[in-house]
């Protein structure tokens, strides 16, 4: 067993799946901020919507990120560390949005 190919190998799953548990806290947080159809404004949806889009997208791009192969583990985490701030962006944004309603 080579320890360097495990830990080159787990990072970028676990990277991944902080990430996606950016996309469910906000979808917990709009859940939970919807009272129902008759109080849901136009406004209120476009805000959730673009939560749900900044989130996705950001998740989209930062899983491109961690997609990439390189041979250097110091290079691969690096690129993982932007990835995921990028992720952490679109969850601000999100949040921002839902405070905003």
């Known amino acids: 067993m080579r320890p360097e ?11 991944a799946g902080i990430i996606a548990i950016y996309g469910l806290v906000v979808a917990v947080i709009i859940g939970g901020n919807t009272e129902g159809a008759p109080k849901l404004t136009l406004f209120r949806a476009f805000c959730h919507l673009g939560c749900g889009l900044a989130v996705g997208l950001s998740g989209l791009a930062a899983g491109y990120a961690i997609g990439i192969q390189l041979p250097l583990l110091v290079g691969l985490i690096l690129i993982l560390i932007f990835a995921k701030v990028l992720g952490l962006y679109g969850l601000i944004v999100a949040l921002s949005f839902i405070i905003k309603t």
């Open 5 to 15: 190919l495990i830990i080159k190998s787990i990072i970028p799953v676990v990277m």
